[in-house]
Each structure stands twice: as structure tokens, then as C-alpha cells.
């Protein structure tokens, strides 16, 4: 095979992927040479992890472990030094099984069971978030000693999926919450917010900011101590260096100076460093009255798997044929394969017809059976919700790669 040239770090998961395909069979019938894959690109994650202490130097990240929970990264995001937003039990234990400290993690559920809030004293984490009397009463019974964060209502009608239906305290409710913390005896240290994930809109952030000043004079004049401001997570990928300077200049205006900033960023993270290709398995060309209508293609995941988001985020999958020539070692596909124009829909291998993954899409080359489909962004919220309806395995090998590594290496071999 062929290395790239003039290298292109972008080309890099695609060098991969065809190295990967090179070795499978498509004629074999074993389980492994039908699954999906992803390919991982930490270097991506770590040029975030850049853009983001460029541009908010001041907001320390807690990375939201439920967006991708992949081991890997989450030790090379431990490594980056980020901290860690988890929401259970099981995304506690994953963290510090890492080894890190306690005081980098926030458990930033609202609404926790009794055994969720033994399990983060016992670990030794402090910093919980709330929004109710309830849960009050619960941290007061079974973890006592807890950092508490209140999370107010906060939300970017923009948003992909908004927040403030679930979680959030309403500006009437903060002065009587505080005032109960304040009776128990427990310790108030912060305000959070989150104004919804894939959020669009940073004038959403400024007026959450205005409502958490008015928390930060409620509690003061309480007599609670509050030190830091967790701005939640909703960042994207696109328009980030705007809204990191709309949340500067809003922290100016609405915070004292030594209050600490920290947010709980997800997709923002991931969500570009991983690549999905699956594989199309079987596939319905239209026939007679049908021919209005696109030839189907059924992969091997779908909506129930790593798709998910087509039906949460209303997302518009845009696959890619992975390049024949290199990909398709079964000679009888290339053989008769038609050039130009197709249009196909594209449909997940459960039995359940909700599962679409897109309805109408072109390609410029024919599909077949046996060929693969490489799917970019696709490192939030994908791994992290799929199912095993059924009975398709959720989970699938990742090949991690690192653009940043091969670029130095390259730059050593050409700097002698
Ligand atoms: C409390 C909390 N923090 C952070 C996040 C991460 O959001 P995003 O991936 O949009 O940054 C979520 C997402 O659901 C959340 O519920």
C-alpha cells in the first residue's frame, strides 16, 4: 500500500482505515471481518484540549465522561491534566480507577440514589451539584461533607438538546434552597448551569451568568462562602472561539475575580476524533413501481448502535464509500461496478423499521454489498448510548492513532 506523500494529518485516519480493510475478507463469514470499527485520532482530542486552554486559559475543564466514555481517552484526557464531570457510580469508578485525585472530579448529577452519593464519599469526592430540597435532605443523610454546587435553570433554545425541562433550579426556588443548605449545616462552595448540549447561541451563557450573579449576592447574604462558577458543558466544535469570548467578556461583568471558572466540556472533546466505517451487509435494489424510490443499503450498525443521534439530534449522516481501489479486495464487486449518480437510503441491521440512519442520500459511485462506509464525527454520544437491541454488540474495536505524534516524527526524519 501506498504511504501518503506531502503527509496531510486529515488523510491519516483514512490511511488507517484502508490498512485495516486490506486485512479483512470479505468472503470469510467470521464474525470479526463483518463489524464495524473505530478509528481514534487522541492527537485531534489533543488539539482541542489547545484550543480550548487558547482560548478559555482561565476555565479549567472537567471533561463529561458521559459523552465518551472510552477508556483510552479518558487516560489521555487524565494525562492532559483535564478534570472530570461523571453522572454514576460506574463513570466514578472508571475515573479514579485512572488513579486521579478525588478533587479533579465533579459528580455533577442532580438528582442521585442514596448508593451514589455513599460511593463518591467513600471515594473521597466531594463536589456534587443540586437543584432540590430532596436532594438536600439525601447529601445531608449520606454524604455530608459534600462541596455543593447549586445548578440553576439555564437554556440555548438553539441548543440540540435542551436541559432546562429537567434540570435547574428556578430563580423563585434559589433563595429557599440556600437558606435550607444553610440550616443544615451543609457547605455551598459554587453556582452551576448548563444551557443544553451542542449549544449555538453564547448570549445563552451571558444570562445564565447574570442569574448566577444574583445566586452569588443571595448566598452571600446568607452567610455561604461560594468560590467557583461551573458553566456546564454545550460547546461545539464551530463558532467555539466566539462564544469563549462571550463567556470572557460575561465572566467580567458578572464575576468577582477570584471566583473559579470550570465547565464540563463533551462533544466539544471528542466528537471530531472519531471516524465510524461500517460495513454494508445486504442491499434492495427497487424494482418495477419501487424504482421512484432510493435503493436501500442495510449496514452493520444503526440507530440502536452508534447512530443514535439521528434520532436524538435529528443529525444528517453524510457517509463516504472508503476509496475502492484500496478498500475493496473482492474483485467481483469492481468488476461490475456503475459509475455516476445513485441514490440510496441507508438502514441499521436490528429488524425495527424506525432504524434509518438516512433517508435519501447520493453517492457518486454505486454501492454494494461487502463494501464499507466511513463515518466522521462521530466521537459524541455514540459509543456512550448504543444498545444491544436485538442482540448487535454495542461496543466495537477502536484503533486509536495520533496526528500529532506523526507529524513530529515526520518533522525529526526531515530534520535529519
Ligand atoms: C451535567 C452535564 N454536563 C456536561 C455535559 C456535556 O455536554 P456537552 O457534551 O454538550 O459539552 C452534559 C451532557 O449531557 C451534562 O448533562
Known sequence: MKL????NPDELAMFV???RLALLDNESGNVEDDEPFFVADLGQVYQQHQRWTRNLPAVQPFYAVKCNPDPTLLRFLAELGTGFDCASIDELKRVRNLGVDPSRIVFANPCKAASALCTARDMG???TTFDNLDELDSIKQFMPNAQLFLRIYASDDDALIQFGDKFGASP???????ERAWDLGLEIV????HVGTGATNHQSFVDAMERAETVFNQATRI???LQY???GGGFQDAGFERMASGIKEAVKLYMPPEVRIIAEPGRFYTRNAYTLVCKVISRRCQIGNDKSNPDMLYQNDGVYGNFMNVLVEKEIMRPSLV???????????ESSRVDGEHWYSIWGPTCDSVDCVTRKMRMDLEVKVGDWLMYKNMGAYTMATSTRFNGFEAQHPVIYINRMYVMNSIDKVRGG
Not at 190 to 193: E, I, R
Request: proline content about 5%; glycine content about 6%.
Open 17 to 19: 482505515i484502508q490498512a
Open 172 to 178: 423563585e426556588a434559589t433563595t429557599v434552597l440556600l
Open 4 to 7: 501518503p506523500s506531502a503527509f
Open 223 to 225: 452567610g455561604h462562602h
Open 125 to 127: 469526592v466531594t463536589k
Open 190 to 193: 459554587g453556582v452551576s448551569f
Open 229 to 231: 462558577l461551573d458553566i
Open 323 to 333: 476509496t475502492p481501489a484500496l478498500s475493496l479486495t473482492d474483485s467481483r464487486a
